[in-house]
């Protein structure tokens, strides 16, 4: 039962799958659902409307927490993920896949 609301969680968080073609990238995907993760989320909202709360967009980012501290994989993964802020996404997007970024 608590596998199952895990997995809705993940599904929740990276949206549809039916995006996702690639076999490396399925097997991530289904990798994390039983996986203990670190999850972020950054949101962008209108400034002009703020009261009302008007998303602009939201990005939602996963990395495997086994071994790591929250801390010192927070600023990679916010790094990592940039190139991704405020571009829809038709499917999730993974690191390696992402452009690189100096720290």
Do not use: H
């Not at 608590?2 to 799958?17: C, D, E, F, N, Y």
């Not at 996702?20 to 203990?36: G, H, I, M, R, W």
């Not at 916010?78 to 999730?92: D, R, V, Y």
């Amino acid at each position: 039962m608590l596998l199952t609301q895990v997995k809705r969680s993940i599904l929740a968080l990276v949206g549809p799958l039916a995006n996702v073609t690639d076999a490396n990238q399925q097997a991530e995907l289904n990798a994390q659902l039983v996986s203990d993760l670190f999850f972020v989320t950054a949101s962008a909202y209108d400034r002009a409307t703020y009261q009302q709360r008007k998303l602009l967009w939201r990005t939602k980012m996963t990395v495997d927490s086994r071994g790591v501290n929250m801390f010192q994989t927070l600023r990679p993964l916010i790094l990592a993920s940039a190139p991704c802020f405020g571009k829809e996404m038709k499917a999730p997007v993974f690191p390696s896949s992402a452009a690189p970024r100096r720290t």
